[in-house]
């Protein structure tokens, strides 16, 4: 199903579910990254995105479980993935009390079920190979512990697993929390019913990692800006020279048959910087025409130009993917240039991926983005149009 066919805003949200005395499940995404084997955590973000959801769910008088995957243990327990510094900070954040169980289902879990007002966090569910299997079984002991289902975890909706979907089947009401809700808004926003002129802009190294997104959005959007190593194939595929640029040559046919699809709503760089080498501070120059001996790194001043004016007049924008090659300098100037532009675009911004956040952040302008997703995978599916499992599996309004 193309979520043209389906309004994610037409399932149930926390909002709608009465809390009071229940015991809510909410799947979390805490998947957070860790150094010194699994005891320190290197960002909260994940653990701060869903706070206001646990915390709407406690002041409206629920129990909360929480729960999640961290990392790939591969179905069996692992120290160095166990959720106990998860719990640690949690508690920090949340200023109360949150017990960790031992397990994620089971009598010893059961045993610990929160009282309204309680918080308690299941250890990974993927120490569980039933988890990523979808196991009808596991999910009937993952409902059990529960009155009421909700989904804030947007990051992980584009997986069919035990806690996204399956469990589901066995709950009375699966809503989504407050994360979700906001994702699933802007999201729909951008992609169903944008106000206009709209605008996309997609870079990243590969045409093939994007297709889809290119051609969902090509049909919703006014102007597709491309950037990245994948612009190399769509020039290529023109008949321009690309000299030692990454392109992928088994796409060419592709790369012209959106061309011809699409025409002049896809805009492609005019000029590049190119350098002889893959390098941090390499020599470069910025040029038209890319010469046989040197590779394009970055999109040219004439193109920064050309997509910043774009950019300003637009209403809607929705950005993912680097312009250049963005971790080593100089070759970020495109991409920073370009988040900067849309920070002060004053048009409803939505950003996914990591190298387009990060652009943002370093140029500490996310205040001004109207919305940063969560989920890379989940967003890239989102806006290539396809339902997520885990939004598709909620309750209807
Ligand atoms: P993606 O994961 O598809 O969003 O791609 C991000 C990667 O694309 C980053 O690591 C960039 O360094 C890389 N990239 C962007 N532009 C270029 C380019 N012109 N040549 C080679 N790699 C690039």
Redesign the pocket.
């Given at each position: 199903m193309l979520s043209s066919d389906f309004t994610p805003m037409s399932k149930l949200s926390i909002k709608d579910l009465d809390l009071s005395g229940k015991r809510v499940f909410i799947r979390v995404d805490f998947n957070v990254p860790l150094a010194n084997a699994g005891q320190e955590i290197t960002s909260d973000k994940r653990i701060r995105a869903s706070l206001p959801t646990i915390q709407y769910a406690l002041q409206h008088g629920a129990g909360v479980i929480l729960a999640s995957h961290l990392g790939r243990p591969k179905g069996k327990p692992s120290a160095e993935m166990s959720m106990k510094p998860v719990a640690k900070k949690l508690e920090e954040l949340l200023g109360k009390p949150v017990t960790l169980a031992p397990d994620c289902v089971g009598p010893e879990v059961e045993a610990l079920l929160p009282a309204p007002g309680g918080v308690l966090l299941l250890e990974n569910l993927r120490f569980h190979a039933e988890e990523e299997a979808n196991d009808p079984a596991f999910s009937e002991k993952l409902a059990k512990l529960c009155d009421v289902y909700v989904n804030d975890a947007f990051g992980s909706a584009h997986r069919a697993h035990a806690s996204t979907v399956g469990m589901i089947a066995y709950v009375k009401q699966a809503a989504a929390g407050l994360l979700m809700d906001k994702e699933l808004e802007y999201l729909t926003k951008v992609t169903q019913n944008p106000d206009r002129p709209s605008v996309a802009i997609l870079?990243?190294?590969?045409v093939s990692?994007?297709i889809e997104v290119i051609e969902n959005l090509a049909k919703v959007v006014d102007k597709v800006l491309i950037?990245?190593?994948m612009a190399?194939t769509f020039l290529k595929s023109q008949g321009h020279a690309t000299g030692k640029?990454?392109v992928e040559d088994d796409k060419l046919d592709l790369a012209q048959k959106l061309l011809a699809e699409f025409g002049s709503k896809l805009v492609l760089p005019v000029d590049h910087v190119v350098a002889a080498e893959?390098k941090e501070g390499a020599d470069n120059e910025n040029v038209v025409e890319i010469p046989a001996d040197k590779?394009?790194?970055?999109i040219g001043s004439k193109t920064v130009e050309l997509y910043e004016s774009i950019i300003r007049g637009a209403k809607t924008i929705i950005w993912n993917?680097?312009?250049?090659?963005?971790?080593k300098p100089p070759f970020d100037r495109g991409t920073m240039a370009l988040a900067r532009a849309v920070a002060e675009s004053g048009a409803v911004s939505v950003v996914g991926?990591g190298?387009s956040e990060k652009a943002i952040k370093t140029a500490g302008l996310t205040n001004k983005i109207s919305h940063v997703s969560t989920g890379g995978g989940a967003s890239l599916e989102f806006l290539s149009g396809q339902v997520l499992p885990g939004v598709a599996a909620l309750t209807d309004k």
């Open positions: 870079g990243g190294a590969k990692d994007k950037g990245g190593a190399y640029s990454m893959f590779m394009a790194l970055d993917g680097p312009m250049g090659v963005f971790e991926g190298d």
